[in-house]
Nanobody, 124 residues
Framework: QVQLVESGGGLVQAGDSLRLFCAAS????????MAWFRQAPGKEREFVAA????????LYKDSVKGRFTIARDNAKNSLYLQMNSLKSEDTAVYYC?????????????????WGQGTQVTVSS
């Protein structure tokens, strides 16, 4: 099993930045693809960004391209999401996800492990 714990969320104003962290523990040697998803109140969980084990060619939701950057440190079993120029529509609970397949994919079903989420609230 793999455990994922997110941190770094908070309440910020529009235009501010936040950096989310995800710490993986347990059988981390089986983890390859990782991603961030988010769920706003009353909406379904949606893909935000994904990255393969090598970190090349990350994927992003169109609305966050140029504002968000996903990165990982395999030596530290960590995943990051740098969020700049935040907008009110970015308000959501952000979830870290990890899978045993070495692909960066937008499909939630590809990720076997999920964290509990961290709240990001952007006031306008």
């Amino acid at each position: 099993q793999v455990q994922l714990v997110e941190s770094g969320g908070g309440l910020v104003q529009a235009g501010d930045s936040l950096r989310l962290f995800c710490a993986a523990s347990g059988r981390t040697s089986t983890v390859y693809g990782m991603a961030w998803f988010r769920q706003a109140p009353g909406k379904e969980r949606e893909f935000v960004a994904a990255i393969s084990w090598s970190g090349t060619i990350p994927l992003y939701k169109d609305s966050v391209k140029g504002r968000f950057t996903i990165a990982r440190d395999n030596a530290k079993n960590s995943l990051y999401l740098q969020m700049n120029s935040l907008k009110s529509e970015d308000t959501a609970v952000y979830y870290c996800a990890a899978g045993t397949s070495n692909v960066a994919t937008t499909r939630a079903s590809a990720y076997e492990y999920w964290g509990q989420g961290t709240q990001v609230t952007v006031s306008s």
